[in-house]
């Protein structure tokens, strides 16, 4: 059987006349972007429209033609009412089945709803087959909907053994999830009870069974790239502006992956792309979790590889789209995660510093040398922005609000947002008198009995030294640095031994900081014993070190935390008072403030080229 790979996320195409493949010798590149905002049968509500499929189409096509070369008239996109079922397929099995030939690279990505159907072919433990939503699928017929047997059938008319799906949506019901004003689930609000069941194999779905292969579009050899694991939710979420532009909509993991490929060295492979956009919404605390299935070997290829090679600008590079005297126009925004005073170069020696971003495009003052349309910049310098973590009390009420606003006092570092619409990081809900934290996806963090008045106020200033040290991110990455628990665990019982590894491609100094589940910073390297931590490339260095006598263990409370490690080009400023430097959500400030001036700067902005970062995510539960 012919090999495919399938990359399941969510993208969007434009509708472009291409050359034929007789009128070319060299492989080439073919994309179909789907994003289906606008369904024509569901209203804008939770389970209809989705606000940020089609923003994640066009970045994504952005991503490919700007950063990665893929020709601009080989991608179609199909949009909103554009994306019905028989769009889809003859974008699959006509435009890209009659224009890709073998040796070519296809990538079909789609934005917006899964669903679910009865099974007819009698494959499904659960009874049934999951779906993709097209702009036409109906609330109370299966007729438009593309099953994962369908849509894997399409795909075998395409003629080159070089094919990645992306999908981001989902079809479980199953996540406890609740809905908020800024995010939304990628699954059609509908009744599978009210589709006809059909005669013969299918069976009745209970919640006694359950599938855990997802949309599962092909068969050996097929690499599939799902934007959450099968019982979980896949989210768009209102993503907050910084420094006062206005805020987007988007998929969780089309966003992170949208930057993950920005930012990707030439010789990244699938696999690591997925592991960054993966890191990056742990960082962020979202709950799912994207993964490549098993089968084949694309997945370590190396990204839009052709005939073995990979083309595209150099990392973290935008085109310049127009000059206008010392003004220019980047083609990269919001999307990327750019922000004001950041720095591009380019390889002539101009320098250009970023004066105001938009979603898709940033406008940059050329203040060293000149610069032509058509010239690649690069990412030199990075201004964090750093904005106040944002916390939705609107549903406390004003009293309860008030008292945790005097129990806060003033902090810079966090900002209650008292109207329920307005954007924010997370939301506290009332239930059962118990105070619940929800996060931006909509899913439960934290739940804070009634009478732990003083708890509240704890976990979130861990939440805000949390973001402020997650936010500390190299777009960059010079070099690679990997971390990683013993055995690979991420999960721990109390009293459970702990023990850390860091691996660093390029020499400096080691900063391995912990977030614990209690809202305490501590910096576990260097400390008292070892006042500097200097690795060697190649090294691994491991926490709590051999000739310690000590045994580290997973304490109460029970919770998510989070370690970052740091290697920089010279020991950060610290002061250590005791075993261990360590304090609450303004020690976080000061750790991000240490690495910034260990990396220097360029025209103000942090420097890129010096430092590396790595992160992880852990979680201590009671015996």
Known sequence: MRRVAILAVLLAITPLVAFGPGERTAPTHWALIVGVSDYLHFADAEGGDLPGAEQDALAFRDVLVERWGVPEENVRMLLDREATRAAIEEGITGWLGGNARAGDHVVVFFAGHGSQIWDESGDEADGLDETLAPADVSPTTNGYDISDDTFGDWLEGIPTTNVVVVLDQSHSGAAAREVTP???????????????????????????????????????????????????????????????????????????????????????SYQDVIRNAAEALKRNRFQQEPHLSEGGSLGDLALLSVEGGAGGAAPASLPVRSVDGDRAELGGGQRLGLTRGSVFTTEDGATLVVESVSRRGSQALVVAGSVEAGASARLAGFRYPFGPLRVNTAALGSAADSALAEALGTHPMLQLVPDEEAVSHLLLRRGDQAVRIVGADGFLRETVAPGDAEVLPALLRQEAGAKRLADMKNPVQPFRVALRLEGGKTSFATGEAISFHVTSEEEGYLTLVDLGTDGTVVVLFPNRHQPTMRIEAGETVSFPTDDMDFELQ??????????????????????????????????????????????????????????????????????
């Open 182 to 268: 800024s995010s939304r689930a990628r699954q059609l609000g509908r009744d599978v009870e009210r589709l006809d069941r059909p005669e013969g194999v299918a069976r009745t779905a209970t919640a006694e069974v359950s599938d855990e292969t997802g949309f599962d579009a092909g068969g050996a050899g097929v690499l599939r790239l799902a934007a959450a694991q099968p019982h979980q939710a896949a989210v768009e979420v209102l993503v907050p502006g910084e420094d006062g532009a206005e805020p987007f909509q988007g998929g969780a993991f089309t966003t992170a992956l949208v930057r993950a490929l920005w930012q990707a060295p030439a010789d990244a």
């Open 554 to 623: 997973a304490f109460p409370p029970a919770g998510r935390g989070m370690v970052r490690a740091f290697v920089t080009p010279e020991p950060l400023e610290l002061v250590v008072e005791g075993e261990y430097a360590e304090g609450d959500e303004r020690f976080a400030e000061a750790l991000a403030q240490a690495v910034m001036a260990s990396a220097g700067d360029v025209r103000g902005a942090v420097r890129l080229d010096s430092w590396a970062t790595a992160s992880l995510v852990y979680e201590v539960h009671h015996r």
